[in-house]
């Protein structure tokens, strides 16, 4: 039987009650399949500031180091909001990418059939919606120096070298084959020259991949263009802060940002999060969606662990689900047969996944 080591990060805020239903899903799926999940907690975030005085402990670096995958819930509040910046949740968050060597975020937007009523957008709009977010995770303005906040000036760096684009184009154009093959390029070359040599290198990769065709879009173009019309896209290859916003637009062509899965890879390990933060306002309640997890834990399963079957039926179950009306508060407005908590959600796709066969 193979055995895989998980490293969980709970977090903060909604962080532990939507962990704990991913959880409860991948022991669903690995009693049907022929593999076993060890788990080993770790903290990170406030939780770890207020226990070890650090937002990032090294016990949980090496513990992630050391480990197939990290499942990561959310982190952050207003509690921690603040401290100095290195002993914020988020600076916790942005080192541990770092440490991992994840610069490669993807994000999936992918319209259930069954939820085309429940975005604020039109369902002919939605309907069919496939699209996927290539986000660049370790440079752009979140690392770059200098940086610094004085009394009456602050400052940040945006910087990419040409080796980081080229690796997080690498990336885009192997999603782009695996799918429709359109790969649309967004940055901000009219202005940034940041984005000029970004534009530079990703016509230089577009030569390797002469099947895929490459078009580039300003951002802020692309934010208009993902809501008139995202079926427009296929793969959208971007840097770190315009893909944070871009897929959090995204998620609202799904209908919740409860939804949407993430995976950050391309060191040894990779870590499977939701795109959603810690939402402190709901924390505790049992109202949280713990579907953005599950999709997070179905992703590692692909592509950390191999185990795709597992994966596709995790997938399944929660098309399911939803099909059969089950829905969290966040989706309880558009025609709920029943809405459900966040463990009865997630115990009910668990028992969907043992039940698929
Ligand atoms: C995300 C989040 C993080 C980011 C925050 C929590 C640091 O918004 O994963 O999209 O900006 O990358
Ligand atoms: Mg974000």
Not at 144 to 159: H, L, Q, S
Not at 206 to 232: C, F, G, T, W
Not at 261 to 280: D, F, L, N, R, T
Request: with cysteine.
């Amino acid at each position: 039987m193979k055995r895989y080591k998980i490293a969980v990060i709970r977090g903060d805020g909604i962080g532990p009650e939507i962990v704990d239903e991913a959880v409860k899903v991948l022991d669903a799926v690995s009693a049907k399949e022929d593999f076993e999940l060890n788990y080993e907690e770790y903290l990170m975030g406030g939780i770890a500031y207020d226990v070890k005085g650090t937002p990032l402990p090294d016990e949980t670096i090496e513990g992630c180091l050391n480990s197939d995958a990290v499942l990561f819930g959310s982190i952050g509040g207003e509690k921690w909001d603040k401290l100095p910046r290195d002993m914020r949740p988020e600076s916790g968050l942005l080192r541990l990418r770092k440490a991992l060597g994840a610069f490669a975020n993807l994000r999936p937007t992918k319209v259930f059939d069954e939820l085309v009523n429940a975005s604020t957008l039109k369902p002919e709009v939605l309907q069919g919606v496939d699209l996927f977010v290539v986000r660049e995770l370790t440079g752009g303005i979140y690392f770059g120096e200098p940086r610094a906040k004085e009394a009456d000036v602050a400052y940040n760096t945006m910087i990419y070298t040409r080796e980081e684009i080229r690796r997080i184009a690498v990336v885009g154009f192997d999603s782009a084959m695996k799918r429709r093959k359109k790969l649309c390029s967004v940055d901000k070359a009219n202005v940034l020259e940041v984005s000029q040599l970004w534009r530079e290198v990703v016509e230089e990769v577009a030569q390797d991949y002469p099947e895929v065709s490459l078009s580039h879009m300003y951002v802020d173009n692309a934010a208009m263009q993902l809501i008139r019309n995202p079926k427009q896209f296929d793969v959208i290859l971007t840097g770190n802060i315009f893909g944070d916003i871009l897929s959090d637009a995204s998620s609202m062509i799904s209908g919740s940002i409860g939804l949407l899965a993430s995976a950050s890879m391309g060191g040894k390990v990779g870590i499977y999060e939701p795109i959603h933060g810690s939402a402190p306002d709901i924390a505790g309640q049992g109202i949280s969606n713990p579907i953005a997890t599950i999709l997070s834990a179905a992703m590692m399963l692909r592509f950390a662990l191999g185990e795709i079957n597992a994966a596709d039926r995790i997938e399944l179950a929660v098309k399911n689900v939803l099909k059969d009306g089950y829905r969290t508060r966040d989706l309880s407005a558009m025609g709920a047969s029943e809405v459900c908590s966040t463990s009865e959600i997630g115990s009910i796709i668990a028992n969907y996944v043992a039940k698929l066969s």
